[in-house]
């Protein structure tokens, strides 16, 4: 039975090592590893046919409460946005807000597009948490349509 993942090193002209699936030590392992190596993303696995292509925004931040914290928080940075691309339209900022705003659970105030602002985590439902994984999700296909249309 054939339990390697079909990927090998050449290590001289006549010897392939079999690689072996692994997991990395630490979730920040993994992290700085996509960062330094963006090529990681591969989305040919999703489409060989027409593979996506994957843009790191930003590194991945851990939530407190899995990393031994206590809160189970995320900030947003509305404040960042004022200076960024596409973001730094006040509407965008808005129709993120709202975006947020609609998923049970969490309330920011009005004046938080130009703030930075915590979410609690702990208390939002499977359905909340994947309302908030939506918006976050439109957040990011409009940072990559703004970035697609300056490099166009």
């Known amino acids: 039975m054939n339990t390697g ?3 090998f090193v050449l290590r001289d002209a006549q010897t392939l090592v079999a690689m072996q699936a692994a997991s990395f030590a630490t979730e920040d392992d993994f992290q ?3 960062a330094s190596f963006p090529e990681l993303h591969a989305g040919d696995e999703i489409d ?5 292509r994957f843009m790191l925004v930003a ?4 939530i407190a409460a899995e990393e031994g914290g206590a809160d189970g928080t995320m900030a ?3 404040e960042y946005m004022l200076a960024k691309p596409v973001f730094d339209d006040l509407g965008l900022r808005q129709a993120l807000l709202d975006r947020l705003n609609a998923v049970p659970g969490i309330r920011l105030p009005l004046d938080a597009v130009s ?5 609690l985590l702990a208390p939002l439902t499977p359905e909340a948490t994947a309302g908030f994984l939506e918006a976050m ?9 703004g970035a697609s249309a300056t490099n166009a």
């Open 115 to 119: 703030k930075r602002k915590t979410i």
């Open 137 to 145: 999700d439109r957040f990011v296909d409009t940072l990559r349509a």
């Open 76 to 78: 947003v940075y509305f």
């Open 5 to 7: 993942t079909g990927v």
């Open 32 to 34: 700085r590893l996509l």
């Open 48 to 52: 060989p046919e027409g593979p996506r």
């Open 59 to 62: 590194r991945e931040k851990g």
